[in-house]
C-alpha cells in the first residue's frame, strides 16, 4: 500500500516536491489543502489531514507553525518546508510539539543536499575551517509580490537568508554569538561567532540586483580556500603549491542540483522505515533562532548571545 500524501499549500515549492514525489512509486499525492479552490483539491484543512499518512507544509511562512502543529497533533508524519516558524514564540511551541510526536518531523532545508554544499562539507572533513565569508542576495522584493510583504513572509531573513543560517550550521556547527547591522531596509551584515571559536562573515541585501552568483560562500583553512558559485559550481585549492580544481553541477537537473529530491526521498525513507529525519525539528527552530538574533542585533545595535 503506498504512503498517502498531503500538501498545505499549493504554491510554486508544493509543485517542487509534487514533481518528485511523483517519481516515487512508494508514495501517493491524494490530497492537495489551499484557500484559492482553483489550486486545490479540498479547502478544508482538517479534510486533507484525515485522507492521508504524511502532510507538506507549503503555505506561506506565516502559517506554517500553525498548520504543522495541527498536522503533528492529528498523528500525521510532517514535512515542513522553511521557515520552521517566524516568531520564537511559535518555533518554541512547534519544537515541543514535535519533539513529543513519534512521527516523521522533517523540516525543508533543502541546501543541505545541493552537491556543491555536500563537496564543502567534504573537503573540510579533514582540513577545518578556520574563517568564512559568505553572501546570500536578491535582486529585488518585487516579484512575485508577496515577497515584499512580511504578513506573509515574516520578514526578509525568513524568506531568503535563513537557507544560510542553516547552512552556517550544518558547516560549523552552532553559532554562539552574533552581531548585526543594517545599511538599508533589508541589507543585513554580520559578524558571527561559532561554538568552536571560528568566525565568519555574512552578507544579505534584497535589492542589489540579479547579479550572479546570488549566493557565495568562501572557506579557508590552512593554506586551503574552497569557493562556491551559487548551487551551479566549486572550485577549490588544497595545500601549498596544489593546483585549483573545479566541478561543475551546472547541467543537473534543478531538482537535484539544488537537493529537492534527495530531501524529498530522505523524508519517505524516514517513514516507511521507522527512522529518524534527515533534518530534524531542533534544526528548523535553531535556524529561526538566529533569524531573531540577527533582527535583535540590528534594532539594538549590539552583540546577541545564543
Sequence with gaps: MKLKIGFAGNGFIAGVHQANLKRDDRVEVVSIFD?????????????????????????????????????????????????????????????????????????????????????????????????????????????????????????????????????????????????????GPNDFSMMVEFVSGMWATFVTSADCSWYFPYERMEV????????????????????????TQSESFYRLDMHDKWGFREEDRLFVDAVLSGGKPAVAAIDGYKSVEISCAVYESTREKKRIQL
Design 35 to 183: 484557500t484559492d479552490p482553483a489550486r486545490g483539491t479540498t479547502q478544508d484543512f482538517d479534510q486533507m489531514v484525515e485522507a492521508v499518512d504524511a502532510v507538506y507544509i507549503t503555505a506561506p511562512n506565516t502559517h506554517h507553525s500553525r498548520l504543522a502543529a495541527a498536522a503533528v497533533k492529528a498523528g500525521k508524519h510532517v514535512f515542513c518546508e522553511k521557515p520552521f516558524a517566524t516568531t520564537m514564540e511559535d518555533a518554541k511551541m512547534l519544537l515541543d510539539v514535535a519533539e513529543k510526536t513519534d512521527k516523521v518531523f522533517q523540516v525543508g532545508h533543502n541546501r543541505r543536499f545541493a552537491n556543491v554544499y555536500k563537496r564543502v562539507k567534504e573537503l573540510t572533513a579533514n582540513a577545518p575551517a578556520h574563517t568564512a565569508h559568505m553572501k546570500m542576495n536578491r535582486g529585488e522584493l518585487l516579484n512575485p509580490v508577496w515577497t515584499g510583504d512580511e504578513s506573509v513572509t515574516g520578514g526578509f531573513l525568513f524568506e531568503t537568508p535563513i537557507h544560510f543560517f542553516d547552512m552556517m550550521r550544518f558547516q560549523f556547527g552552532d553559532i554562539g554569538s552574533l552581531d548585526a547591522r543594517l545599511s
Design 220 to 243: 579557508f583553512s590552512s593554506y586551503s580556500t574552497i569557493e562556491t558559485l551559487e548551487m551551479e559550481e566549486i572550485k577549490y585549492c588544497l595545500g601549498l603549491g596544489q593546483l
